[in-house]
Every structure is written in C-alpha cells, then in structure tokens.
C-alpha cells in the first residue's frame, strides 16, 4: 500500500468519524431518541421518554456531552457502575500509557532509522506514491548495526509494559478487595452451588438439609433445590409478549387498530377482534403456567443453592470436599441470583458433555470457514491479483481514485463486516457449554472471541501474504520465528489501515448506535405491538474486550516493525475513552457484577502480545544478517513468562477467591450491622427460580389496574 492509500482511508474514516460525532450531538437532544441515546438515564429516573414541542436549538451540534464524559472521577463511576465498568476503562488507561511510551520511542527514534534506511528499491522523492513498508523494518539494511537500536527498544518497551501491567494488576486487586469490603451484603458471597446431590430414596430437600445440618451446623442458613423450569420459562416469555401486546392495544385511542383480518399477513379473511384474541391467548397461557408450576414438585435436579450465615462458612464449604467421593457434592461459588443461568439445570451430565464437544467442532467449523473471508481481503489488497482474477476490471482497477479506495479502506471495511457476526454466534455457543451463569458465559465467549480473531485475523492475514508458501513450515518449532518475520512485516500496510478502517469506524458508530436508532424509529412509525417497557442493555464485554486488546496485540507487534501504526492506536484509544464512559453513563446498564474478574484475560493478552513480538524480533534479526541480537533476544520471552508466572501468583488467588483474612474482617464488620436480619430473610427465598415466583403484571394505562396473570403460588 502507497502512503496516498493510506491517506485516503484515513479522509474517509475522519469523515465518518466527524458525521458519526455530529448526528449523535443532534439526535441525542431530540426527545424522542433518548430511548435509544440515555436508555440507563430513563430507567434510572423511572420516566417515560419526552415528546416535548420542537425546539431550534436541538438541531445544534453541541460538544457538551465530552465534557460531562469526562467529568465524572473513577470513584464516581465505581459507585454507579460498579468494579466491572471501571476496569473495563482501565484498559484504555493502560493502553494509552503503553503506546504513549510506546509512540516517543517508536516514532522519534525507529521510524527515521527505517525510513533512512536503503535495503528497499523505492523512488523516495515522490512522497504520496512512496511505500509504507519504506516506513517499517523491512527498509532497514541487512546487517545493519542500526538494528541494535530495534534490539535496544524492545527490551525497553517489555520492561516498560511489564511494569505498567504490574502496576495495573496491582491497583485493581486492591480495588477487588476494597470495593469487598465496601459493598453491602450480597446473596452469592454467603452461597455456594452443590452439584451432584447422592439420591437416597429420599427426596433432594431432605438429603441436603440433613448433610448440612450435620456437617456445618453452626455455619448452615438454607437451601433451594434446582428443578427443570424451560418449559415454564418458554411460557412465562411468551405471556409477557402478549401482556405488552393487549397493554398496547389498550393504550391505542384509535380502535380501528384493534380489527385485522385473520388471513395472511393481515391483508385477507374474516375481521376479528384483537383485544378478544390476545386476551383469550393469555388466559391459556395463564392456565398453563398454573399447570406447569404444580407439576415442577417432581422434577428436581441434583443441584441446590445453600446459604450459610457467613462469608467464611460459604467458603468452607465451598473449597473443602465434602463426601468421600469426589464426583459427589461438587461446590463451586454460586453466581449474583440475577446472573444465574437457569436454562443450564436442565441439561443432564451426558448432554452437557456432548453440548461441549459440539462447540469444540463448531468453533473448528467456523475458523475454517472464515478463511475465506481473509482470502477475499487478501486479494483486495494486491490489485495484481484482482486483474488476474477479473480482467474485465482492468481499466476500472487502474484509475487512482479507485486503486487507492479499494486497496486503502475496503479490505478491513469487509472483513469488519464479516466480523461482527462472531460474538453473538460465540455467545450461542458459549450458553450452550454448560455454564452456570451469564458473566460466566460472557467470559466464556470473550475468550473465544479473542482467539478467535487472533487467529483469523492476525495469523490468517500473516500467512495467506508472502508466508503462505511456507505455511508447513509451521510444524518446525524452529522455523517459526522465520515464518513470522516474513510474513508480518509484508501485512503492516493491511493492519495499519484495518486500525484506521476498523477502529476509528467502529468506535465512533459505538456512539452513534444506528442499529438501535432504526429500530426505534420502525417501532414508533409501524409496530402496533410496540412495548412500554424500556429495555436497558448492557455493554458487550465479550465483543469489545476482544476488539480492544487485539489492536493492542497490533500496536505491541508493529512497535518496532512499523511504528507508524502507534499514532492511529493512540488515536483510537482516546476516542474509545471518551466514548465508552459517555456510553457507561447514559447507555449500558451492569446485567451482573463479576467484581473485576476479566482482568486477567485482559492481562494474559498483554503477555500473549509481548511473547509473539519476542518471537518476530528473534527472526527479523535472524533475516537481517544479525544472528547476536537474534540470540541476545531469546532471554526475552523467557524473562516475561517468568514475569507473567509471578503476577498469577501474586494476584490471580484474589480474582478467584477472597482469603480468609478478608472474609473474617468482613464478618467482623457485618455482625454490627442491624440489617443482617433483613438480609437473612431475603437470602432464604434469592435463589428461587423465577419461573416459580408469583406471575403479575400490572398496566401502566389508567382503567387496568388488575393483574393479566394472578400469583400462583407453588
């Protein structure tokens, strides 16, 4: 790609960015939109969305809302948000700090020592037309004693991002532990799931409250035994959609609304009344609900939550074996009660077994297929290529304007494309795995996700390039090194505009949520079954975690092989800072709270990032003819593995379990606390399922106050 490439998407992206910045500043102030720009904000107030007089002034773009983004300190956010949205920011923080560090070595120093170097054949005295691999290592000459000062820079560079990551590691341990202390009394921090119940002949309820009335009997409060509620839970879903339905016909003054054909599409047979019909649906699926919930006596699952009357009683019991034999009275932490996976319980131990080797294939499946993909955008990337395969697109491919769109901003705008449908297909996945809870899911699926495009699309682009000849070089432990720094220097021109294309894009359309937009303004234009209830979402973690660390996986491997790419990174990771606390603000509201525990995936992809810039390193100096420094690097990865061992060791115990010190302290705490007794009460019944609890719904229009579903009790 040709620097004039380069520019051309970086126009085409600023634009975007600048549209995507002014609609929002627009829309956002239109009353009718703050269903889709403050969703939190209007749950928050428990206020339906305005639909003031039209006013001039909201048709000015106004910046104002940077300012309240920023405002807010991290202590503020920790208190509204919760410990997860603040160390989701904190990934900016420590990126920005990396590749602020990163930026002053790489673009004073490294970037002049390559693009003076002679080792490519490129006509330097027509800039717009020059090369950016000119830009990068390949430039510099073969045994060149400059390639000391790459050398010198990624010792400096590790030990700095050793240092920052340590540091972070560190603050938000302390974080965990003191928003622990901090936090009022939880449900799950006093419970612990028990799985594989031993039958007796007698039913689950009696055998565990015997076993834990006789082995912790000072420590034990209560259980709830699981049983299999998919069934009612289907039902329940559909009686709540047909509930908001007849709310919304209710609430329609035009009653011509309530008649429509019974044929096709609305369009053709008799007139019936839909008021009738949806009230007539909803008393049969109350009438089954009924049904199902009496029947659920019987159909227990060998799993129960049991309560304990302190944090360290839950833990005993939660990391001691209780019975002789090991696969029996599993314990694990049990989940917050509104992040509990309840459709998990109704999968036996043979399905879930199978669930998981079925998702081990369909993620084999989809990376292969995916690879066609990355092969379409490899070959947009080489014009060559493209006239080979469509000559009748010569003439086309020749003009400049086209050349330098298709080869500077297409290729990443398509494989984004294909992206995006990976994490919801992830997250189908990862629920059908067995996990016990949503966080664990998303977790699950943000691993995935992570992996996923590492492979897809850092290694796919790398060897599909110049290594793709020597892809079975692979399988030589040795070669490696040498297939890499082949292969990912020859990629810095995709990569450097896939960060322009796809993260400047992505971020700022974040902000502007077209999706939702539409769909809000169909909803109000043609929906007559729209909803009164506001849906707030929640932040995709496992989508945007993934994103954000693959472009630090960019910016930590081009540190020295092209730094050209760390001002578009920096460039990204300070609009995705002001973005997502708007977004945290106004937007996302926390579906469960896992106190901070995707650190350390966010860690683990650091490290992962810095071994795979060791490896290229040990081969570029091994290509260039400098086989001391190529040697000298080896300790590098060696040092960090080391490093990364120390930190699990030192703060990974306290992301996976409180130590007594903790638990102790807190208890200490709560004993004075008069609402112990309350929380007691509740944390009897937390863990019922939903499906059991009273069905009510009650109208928000004024005539409609009774209930559609009256309780059922069980």
Request: proline share 6%; aromatic share 14%; hydrophobic share 45%.
């Amino acid at each position: 790609m040709i620097l004039s490439a380069l520019l051309t998407s970086v126009g085409i992206n600023l634009g975007l960015c600048f549209l995507f910045f002014t609609l929002y500043s627009i829309l956002r102030n239109q009353p009718g939109n703050r269903i889709v720009y403050a969703p939190r904000l209007i749950d928050k107030e428990k206020k339906s969305p305005q639909t003031d007089n039209f006013n001039l002034e909201r048709l000015l773009p106004s910046p104002g809302w940077v300012r309240r983004a920023w405002a807010p300190s991290e202590d503020e956010l920790l208190s509204t948000l919760g410990l997860d949205a603040v160390v989701f920011m904190r990934i900016f923080i420590l990126s920005l700090k990396v590749f602020i560090v990163g930026a002053i070595i790489g673009i004073f120093i490294l970037l002049p020592i390559n693009f003076l170097g002679n080792q490519l054949s490129y006509d330097f005295s027509d800039l717009p037309n020059k090369s950016l691999d000119s830009f990068s290592i390949s430039n510099v000459d073969v045994g060149s004693n400059r390639l000391w000062i790459h050398f010198s820079a990624a010792y400096i560079f590790t030990a700095v991002v050793c240092y920052l990551l340590y540091h972070e590691y560190s603050y938000i341990s302390l974080k965990r532990v003191s928003h622990f202390y901090s936090s009022k009394p939880q449900p799950h921090q006093y419970t612990i799931l028990v799985r594989s119940i031993p039958s007796s002949g007698r039913s689950l309820n009696e055998v565990v409250e015997s076993f834990f009335q006789e082995y912790h009997p000072s420590t034990y409060l209560s259980h709830t035994v699981v049983r299999r509620t998919s069934k009612i839970q289907e039902l329940i879903s559909d009686a709540e959609k047909m509930y908001r339905r007849l709310s919304h016909l209710n609430s329609n003054k035009d009653s011509h609304k309530r008649y429509k054909r019974d044929g096709f599409l609305g369009l053709f047979g008799q007139k019936v009344d839909l008021l009738d019909q949806y009230e007539k649906r909803l008393e049969d699926l109350r009438d089954n609900v009924r049904i199902e919930q009496a029947s659920l006596a019987v159909k227990e699952v060998p799993a129960a939550f049991v309560s304990f009357k302190s944090h360290f009683g839950a833990a005993i019991a939660q990391n001691i074996q209780q019975g002789v034999n090991p696969t029996e009275w599993v314990t694990e932490q049990a989940p917050e009660p509104q992040d509990v996976y309840w459709p998990f319980f109704s999968a036996s131990f043979m399905k879930r077994w199978i669930c998981k080797l079925l998702v081990v294939v369909a993620s084999i499946a989809l990376t292969i297929l995916f690879l066609l993909p990355v092969l379409l955008v490899q070959g947009l990337t080489h014009l060559e290529q493209l006239e080979t395969w469509f000559p009748f697109l010569k003439s086309i491919l020749r003009l400049k304007v086209i050349s330098q769109v298709i080869t500077g901003y297409l290729p990443s705008l398509i494989l984004q494309l294909f992206l995006s449908f990976v994490p919801p297909i992830m997250i189908l996945l990862s629920s059908i795995q067995g996990h016990i809870s949503l966080s664990q899911i998303e977790k699950s699926a943000c691993f995935k996700v992570w992996w996923f495009t590492v492979w897809n699309i850092f290694f796919a682009n790398v060897l599909s390039g110049t290594a793709l000849y020597h892809v079975q070089l692979i399988f030589e432990p040795k070669k490696i090194p040498q297939v890499l720094a082949e292969g990912v220097p020859a990629q810095a021109s995709f990569f450097i505009a896939y960060v322009v294309t796809s993260g400047w894009t992505s971020i700022s359309s974040e902000l502007f949520r077209l999706f939702p937009l539409i769909c809000s303004f169909m909803s109000r234009l043609f929906s007559q079954d729209a909803s009164d209830e506001l849906e707030v979402p929640s932040i995709p973690y496992h989508s945007e975690i993934p994103r954000i660390m693959f472009f630090g996986l960019l910016g930590i491997t081009y540190f020295f092989l092209a730094p050209l790419i760390l001002p578009f990174l920096l460039v990204y990771y300070c609009l995705g800072y002001i973005i997502y606390r708007n977004q945290l603000m106004n937007v996302y509201a926390p579906k469960f709270e896992t106190g901070g525990k995707f650190w350390p995936i966010v860690h683990n992809s650091i490290i992962f990032s810095l071994i795979l810039m060791h490896v290229i390193a040990i081969g570029i100096f091994g290509l260039k003819k400098l086989p001391l420094a190529s040697s000298l690097t080896i300790p590098l990865p060696i040092l960090t593995l080391l490093f990364n061992d120390y930190c699990r060791k030192r703060f990974l115990p306290i992301f996976e379990a409180f130590p007594t010190e903790c638990l102790v302290k807190k208890d200490r705490a709560d004993q004075n606390d008069p609402s112990m007794t309350e929380f007691y009460e509740k944390l009897v019944t937390a863990y019922q399922d939903p499906a059991l609890m009273p069905v009510q719904y009650s109208r928000s229009t004024e005539g409609h106050s009774s209930p559609l579903l009256h309780s059922v009790e069980v």
